[in-house]
């Protein structure tokens, strides 16, 4: 399998410590995964490293990725048996070598400047340590509603949502607070306070992030399935 961007040849050298660290959780999207890894690529800010945690893919993933990562030292592969996202999240973290953490999950995309705007907020206002929000939903507005984390069987609307993908902040505030906690669900939500008790979050408002509904294969739809609810689930 041909990787196209694998056939690149990449100027940006490693570091032991890069601006940001993203980290790019995937469990069988090989299918999918081009897209987000080709929008960080497409970044105009070049100081990142790429954490690529496969959650135990069965889809031939490693062939599309083992070729990046021999041609971009930027990349780097991790794979262990599936543990689903908390888990991948939370090892990216401990790997992490970026003044800054932040996430990207598989089906989704950065716009080009998502990593640069990020960072000269943060540069900007040098008290806050970690921010969040800032999406753009594609895909069908009905798509749009997710289940409500703290009031079962109800739906909100995503842009009340904590998207845990958005997260971007200090190094620090991400070790010292332990990372995701391991839930079936929902876990940014019971993460974000436990950020705000003891480091400064705010939410911003530049829509930077692609975020992608109404996909058969994500998480929310297996959730759906599983409770036979209507309407499309994505983690809040």
Same mark, same amino acid.
Request: aromatic share 10%.
């Given at each position: 399998?041909? *990787?196209?961007?694998s056939?690149q %040849?990449?100027?940006?050298?490693?570091?032991?410590?890069?601006?940001?660290?993203?980290?790019?959780?995937?469990? *069988?999207? $090989?299918h999918?995964?081009?897209?987000a890894?080709?929008?960080?690529?497409? #970044?105009t800010?070049?100081?990142?490293?790429l954490?690529?945690?496969?959650?135990g893919?069965?889809?031939?993933?490693?062939e !599309?990725?083992?070729?990046?990562?021999?041609? $971009?030292?930027?990349?780097?592969?991790? &794979? +262990?048996? *599936? !543990?689903?996202?908390?888990?991948?999240? $939370?090892?990216?973290? #401990?790997?992490?070598?970026?003044?800054?953490?932040?996430?990207?999950?598989?089906?989704? =995309?950065?716009?080009?400047?998502?990593?640069?705007?990020?960072?000269?907020?943060? !540069?900007?206002?040098?008290?806050?340590?970690?921010?969040?929000?800032?999406?753009?939903?594609?895909?069908?507005?009905? %798509? +749009?509603?997710?289940?409500?984390a703290? $009031?079962p069987?109800?739906?909100?609307?995503?842009? =009340?949502?904590t998207?845990?993908? %958005?997260?971007?902040?200090?190094?620090?505030?991400?070790?010292?607070?332990?990372?995701?906690?391991?839930?079936?669900?929902?876990? =940014?939500?019971?993460?974000?306070?436990?950020? #705000?008790?003891?480091?400064?979050?705010?939410?911003?408002?530049?829509?930077?992030?692609?975020? +992608?509904?109404?996909?058969?294969?994500?998480?929310?739809a297996?959730?759906?399935? &599983?409770?036979?609810?209507?309407? =499309?689930? &994505?983690? !809040?």
């Amino acid at each position: 399998m041909k *990787n196209r961007l694998s056939e690149q %040849t990449d100027s940006r050298i490693a570091s032991a410590d890069p601006t940001v660290s993203i980290v790019l959780p995937v469990f *069988n999207r $090989n299918h999918l995964v081009q897209r987000a890894i080709d929008s960080v690529f497409a #970044q105009t800010c070049r100081e990142w490293e790429l954490l690529i945690i496969d959650d135990g893919s069965t889809d031939g993933l490693h062939e !599309r990725i083992l070729p990046l990562v021999m041609q $971009n030292q930027a990349v780097r592969y991790f &794979k +262990h048996a *599936n !543990r689903k996202l908390s888990a991948s999240r $939370n090892i990216g973290i #401990q790997a992490a070598l970026g003044e800054f953490i932040t996430f990207i999950d598989s089906d989704d =995309e950065y716009h080009p400047d998502h990593l640069a705007r990020r960072i000269d907020y943060m !540069r900007a206002h040098l008290e806050v340590d970690v921010v969040y929000g800032g999406v753009e939903l594609i895909g069908p507005p009905h %798509t +749009h509603y997710v289940d409500d984390a703290f $009031n079962p069987g109800h739906k909100i609307h995503l842009s =009340e949502c904590t998207i845990g993908a %958005t997260f971007f902040g200090r190094r620090s505030a991400f070790l010292v607070t332990g990372g995701f906690k391991i839930m079936a669900y929902s876990a =940014e939500s019971e993460y974000l306070p436990r950020l #705000q008790h003891s480091f400064r979050v705010e939410r911003v408002g530049f829509p930077t992030y692609r975020y +992608h509904t109404g996909l058969p294969d994500s998480i929310c739809a297996q959730r759906l399935q &599983k409770s036979g609810s209507s309407g =499309e689930l &994505k983690s !809040r």
